[in-house]
């Protein structure tokens, strides 16, 4: 048999180190997954995200993890993160979207507009890092989770400002399951009004289910394919955060354009069409969807793992405070916007 030349050989013994040293890591995320996706499907309310997120800074920040699990780490809360995004376009049907989503596409851009220009505005007044201003506007005014994931590796956000800004957008979410559905019975609004306003001011995709259906059946569909529709918007928000960076940054714009393009946006799109025009079949969408919110899960153990629990604390209570500010305001102009419109 044919001997492989020295030069293969070598680098066969280089590649094997590289692959072998993000399984420690590797191995410490998707244990942390395992759990957290267990304790969500029990405390859905919660769900398995944000408990990865809290059992990863909990495991980080109480005991010294070996140097040998950091590449591992670092590859679930970047790469990872982006293939949830892929997985979770191939359960979406654009089709489905626009059909009955069209109703709220005013009052969605409108909401967006909101978030995104309060948390620059509001940021800058309190002093916010502007990474983590623009992280709590997208995850106020996008899809929560799903969308600080999306961004966070457009303008090379720190573990720590990920971890705060999902703990800070749960944290609205919980109080929005309660108060939103006895708002809108104070308002008399409509099962298609308050889907809307449930679907545009509610960020995760648990929460926007729970408050819904608890207001009504019609209610919590509408809800359902408002929040559908909102998520699309991932991608138009991810391009121009791309641009932004590339317009701001010292090389060539083309160039860094390249370096900073969230190719795996493009690919999200197009696993999204490729179910809307049923090429996936029937079954595969629904695994998409299921992989994509365990890769999540996954990825963000990641997070966890990579946060430093007193940098957050020294942050202080102000991104919460921005946080609650935007959230408000969405939840106001959602509302507004409608009345305006006679939605209700």
Same mark, same amino acid.
């Given at each position: 048999?044919?001997?492989?030349?020295?030069?293969?050989?070598?680098? +066969?013994?280089?590649?094997?180190?590289?692959?072998?040293?993000? =399984?420690?890591?590797? !191995?410490?995320?998707? /244990?942390?997954?395992?759990?957290?996706?267990?304790?969500?499907?029990?405390?859905?309310?919660?769900?398995?995200?944000?408990?990865? #997120?809290?059992?990863?800074?909990?495991?980080?920040?109480?005991?010294?993890?070996?140097?040998?699990?950091?590449?591992?780490?670092?590859?679930?809360?970047?790469?990872?993160?982006?293939?949830?995004?892929?997985?979770?376009?191939?359960? =979406?049907?654009?089709?489905?979207?626009?059909?009955?989503?069209?109703?709220?596409?005013?009052?969605?851009?409108?909401?967006?507009?909101?978030?995104?220009?309060?948390?620059?505005?509001?940021?800058? $007044?309190? %002093?916010?890092?502007?990474?983590?201003?623009?992280?709590?506007?997208?995850?106020?005014?996008?899809?929560?989770?799903?969308?600080?994931?999306?961004?966070?590796?457009?303008?090379?956000?720190?573990?720590?400002? #990920?971890?705060?800004?999902?703990?800070?957008?749960?944290?609205?979410?919980?109080?929005?399951?309660?108060?939103?559905?006895?708002? /809108?019975?104070?308002?008399?609004?409509?099962?298609?009004?308050? /889907?809307?306003?449930?679907?545009?001011?509610?960020?995760?995709?648990?929460?926007?289910?729970?408050?819904?259906?608890?207001?009504?059946?019609?209610? !919590?569909?509408?809800?359902?394919?408002?929040?559908?529709? %909102?998520?699309?918007? #991932?991608?138009?928000?991810?391009?121009?955060?791309?641009?932004?960076?590339?317009?701001?940054?010292?090389?060539?714009?083309? *160039?860094? =354009?390249?370096?900073?393009?969230?190719?795996?946006?493009?690919? *999200?799109?197009?696993?999204?069409?490729?179910?809307?025009?049923?090429?996936?079949?029937?079954? $595969?969408?629904?695994?998409?969807? +299921?992989?994509?919110?365990?890769?999540?899960?996954?990825? $963000?153990?990641?997070? !966890?793992?990579? +946060?430093? @629990?007193?940098?957050?604390?020294?942050?202080?209570? %102000?991104?919460?405070? @921005?946080?609650?500010?935007?959230?408000?305001?969405?939840?106001?102009?959602? =509302? !507004?916007?409608?009345?305006?419109?006679?939605?209700?």
């Amino acid at each position: 048999m044919e001997k492989s030349p020295p030069a293969a050989e070598a680098r +066969t013994e280089a590649q094997a180190p590289a692959r072998a040293s993000i =399984l420690p890591g590797l !191995g410490a995320c998707l /244990g942390i997954a395992l759990v957290a996706a267990w304790l969500g499907a029990r405390l859905p309310l919660i769900g398995g995200a944000v408990l990865a #997120i809290l059992i990863g800074i909990l495991v980080a920040n109480v005991r010294r993890l070996p140097a040998a699990t950091k590449p591992g780490i670092t590859f679930c809360s970047k790469k990872v993160l982006q293939s949830a995004i892929i997985a979770l376009g191939g359960g =979406l049907s654009l089709g489905q979207v626009w059909h009955t989503g069209r109703e709220s596409l005013a009052v969605m851009f409108c909401t967006l507009a909101t978030a995104l220009l309060a948390a620059y505005l509001i940021g800058k $007044l309190m %002093r916010v890092h502007p990474k983590l201003a623009s992280l709590v506007g997208v995850g106020t005014g996008i899809c929560g989770g799903s969308a600080i994931a999306a961004i966070a590796p457009i303008i090379q956000a720190a573990d720590d400002d #990920i971890a705060f800004a999902i703990s800070t957008v749960f944290l609205f979410n919980v109080v929005a399951v309660v108060v939103f559905p006895l708002i /809108g019975h104070l308002l008399r609004l409509s099962d298609t009004g308050f /889907g809307i306003w449930a679907g545009t001011a509610i960020n995760d995709t648990s929460s926007v289910v729970a408050a819904g259906y608890a207001y009504s059946q019609h209610a !919590g569909e509408y809800a359902t394919i408002t929040k559908l529709a %909102r998520t699309t918007m #991932i991608v138009p928000v991810a391009i121009a955060f791309a641009v932004f960076m590339a317009r701001n940054a010292n090389a060539t714009g083309a *160039f860094q =354009l390249a370096k900073v393009f969230p190719w795996f946006i493009l690919a *999200f799109l197009g696993a999204a069409i490729l179910n809307t025009c049923g090429i996936l079949g029937p079954v $595969l969408p629904g695994w998409c969807n +299921t992989a994509g919110k365990f890769l999540i899960i996954v990825a $963000l153990a990641g997070v !966890g793992l990579g +946060t430093n @629990l007193r940098a957050m604390v020294k942050t202080g209570p %102000r991104p919460i405070l @921005l946080g609650l500010a935007v959230w408000a305001l969405v939840a106001v102009a959602s =509302l !507004g916007i409608q009345a305006v419109a006679s939605q209700w």
